[in-house]
C-alpha cells in the first residue's frame, strides 16, 4: 500500500525486542488522549498505523505556534514511530481499507463520538465477530451512556471534574493545571487497560472492548483529594502550594524567592528545624507530629520563614539536600529537563534531522527495552482504491 511509510525502524542492542514487538494497533484517534496512548504503544515496540483525514489529517498538525521544520510541534510531541494512512471514511473504498486494517490488527483505539464507529461498520461487536482476539479501546469524554453526545475536551473535563477547583491561590480563582493533564492521565490509562487486556488475551484467546473516559480518569486521579470528599461530605478547596495533609509542604520565602520543601514525616521535618537553627521546632507541642503542624500551618510557616531568612534560595536548597531534606528551587521545564540531564536519566531522545528532540518513554526495561523512535509520519496521500491494500 503506497500511503504506508515502510522505513525501518531501528533498534540498538539494548533494546533489539522490545515488549510489544509483534503487536499491531490501528489507530483512529485524534488530538491527545488517543495518540499518546498509541505512541507509548509504538515506544514499547507496537506497529501503528494512524488513520488520518485526507488533506487535513489530526486537528493537532494545525495547532501552533511553536511550528517545527516539519509541522506541529504539538502533533509531533505525540506522534512518533507511528505510520500514516490518509483515508475518507465517507468512501467506501477507503472505509473497506480502514476496516481491513482494524481486522488485521490486535489492537484498535478510537474516540470518535459514540456510536460514530458502529455507523461506520467499525463498531467492537462488528469487528469481533470477524476478529475474535481484537482488544478494542474507546476514549470518550463522559462515558458511553448518558455522557456520550458531550464534548469531551480537556479544559471542560478540568472544570467540571473538579480539578479546577482544588488548583490555585485559595482567594484566586479556580485555575486549570498547565498541560492537558487530563487527556495525559486518560492516555495512560488507556495504555494500562490495553496491556491488561493483552495479557488476559494470552490466557483466554479473547478480545475485548475496553473503555476509558477523560471524567473517571480524573477522578480516579484525584486520591486523596477525592477521599476528603468521600470521608466527610465537603469538597476541597484551593490551598496554592500547600498540602491540606502535610505540613510543611509547600513554598517558603527565602532572601531572593521561594523554595519548596515537602517534608513527608517527623524525621526530615527534625532535620529541617536544625538547618534552620530552630531545632527546638521539632519538640514544641505545636510543630512535634504532622497533624499538629497541620493545624497549626500559620504558626509553622511564620517560624520556618523567619530561619529561611537568613540564606538564598540556592544555598538553602543546598544545605537541606545535603541534611536529607526534601527540597528544590522552583524552576521552569529547561532547568527540569537539564536537571533530569545532569542526574544522567537521559529524559529526551533524538529523531533525526528536522525534527527537535523530544521528551522519551518514562520506562526503562532491564532486559526487553523501547523502540529506537522514529519520526513522526507526513500526512500520507489518500490510496486511489481499496486494490493499493
Known amino acids: 500500500m503506497s500511503e504506508l511509510d515502510d522505513s525501518p525502524r531501528p533498534t540498538t542492542a ?3 525486542t522490545p515488549p510489544l514487538e509483534g503487536i499491531k494497533v490501528t489507530d483512529f484517534s485524534r488530538v491527545l488522549a488517543g495518540p499518546l496512548a498509541t505512541m507509548m504503544l509504538a515506544d514499547l515496540g507496537a506497529e501503528v498505523v494512524k488513520i488520518e483525514r485526507p488533506g487535513t489529517g489530526d486537528d493537532t498538525r494545525q495547532w501552533g505556534p511553536p511550528w517545527t521544520p516539519r509541522g506541529s510541534a504539538y502533533f509531533e510531541s505525540v506522534n512518533r514511530s507511528k505510520r ?3 483515508l475518507d471514511l465517507k468512501n467506501p473504498s477507503h ?3 480502514a476496516r481491513q486494517l482494524a481486522l488485521e490488527a490486535d489492537v484498535v483505539v478510537e474516540n470518535f463520538t459514540t456510536g460514530t464507529m458502529d455507523r461506520l461498520g467499525l463498531g467492537y461487536e462488528q469487528l ?3 476478529n475474535p482476539g481484537l482488544i478494542y479501546c474507546s476514549i470518550t469524554g463522559f462515558g ?3 455522557g456520550a453526545r458531550m464534548a469531551g475536551y480537556d ?3 478540568q472544570a467540571v471534574g473538579g480539578l479546577m477547583s482544588i488548583t490555585g491561590a485559595a482567594d484566586g480563582e479556580p485555575t486549570k493545571v498547565g498541560v492537558a493533564l487530563v487527556d495525559v492521565l486518560t492516555g495512560k490509562d488507556a495504555v494500562i487497560a490495553v496491556l491488561a487486556a493483552l495479557q488476559e488475551r494470552h490466557r483466554s484467546g479473547r478480545g475485548q472492548l475496553v473503555e476509558v473516559s477523560l471524567l473517571t480518569s480524573l477522578l480516579g486521579s484525584l486520591v486523596n483529594q477525592t477521599s476528603s470528599y468521600l470521608t466527610t461530605g465537603r469538597s476541597p478547596g484551593r490551598m496554592g502550594n500547600a498540602h491540606p495533609s502535610i505540613a510543611p509542604y509547600e513554598s517558603l520565602r527565602c532572601t531572593d524567592g521561594s523554595i519548596a520543601i515537602a517534608c513527608g514525616n517527623d524525621g526530615q521535618f527534625a532535620r529541617l528545624a536544625a538547618q534552620i537553627g530552630r531545632p527546638e521546632l521539632a519538640t ?3 510543630f512535634a507530629s504532622n497533624p499538629a503542624r497541620v493545624a497549626h500551618r500559620a504558626e509553622l510557616v511564620a517560624e520556618l520563614e523567619a530561619g529561611l531568612a537568613g540564606d538564598t534560595a540556592s544555598g538553602w536548597v543546598r544545605r537541606l539536600t545535603a541534611a536529607g531534606v526534601p527540597a528544590g528551587e522552583v524552576g521552569d521545564i529547561g532547568s527540569a529537563i537539564e536537571l533530569a540531564e545532569q542526574l544522567g536519566l537521559n529524559p529526551t531522545v533524538h529523531l533525526g534531522p528536522d525534527h527537535p528532540r523530544q521528551v522519551r518513554h518514562p520506562i526503562s526495561f532491564s532486559r526487553s527495552g523501547i523502540r529506537t523512535p522514529s519520526p513522526p509520519p507526513d ?3 489518500p490510496p486511489s482504491s481499496a486494490r493499493e491494500h
Do not use: K, T
Request: net charge negative; hydrophobic share 60%.
Open 14 to 16: 539494548l533494546d533489539a
Open 84 to 86: 500514516s494512512v490518509a
Open 95 to 97: 472505509l473497506e481499507i
Open 128 to 130: 469481533a465477530a470477524e
Open 144 to 146: 458511553s451512556g448518558a
Open 155 to 157: 479544559f471542560l473535563v
Open 284 to 286: 514544641d507541642p505545636r
Open 379 to 381: 500526512l500520507a496521500q
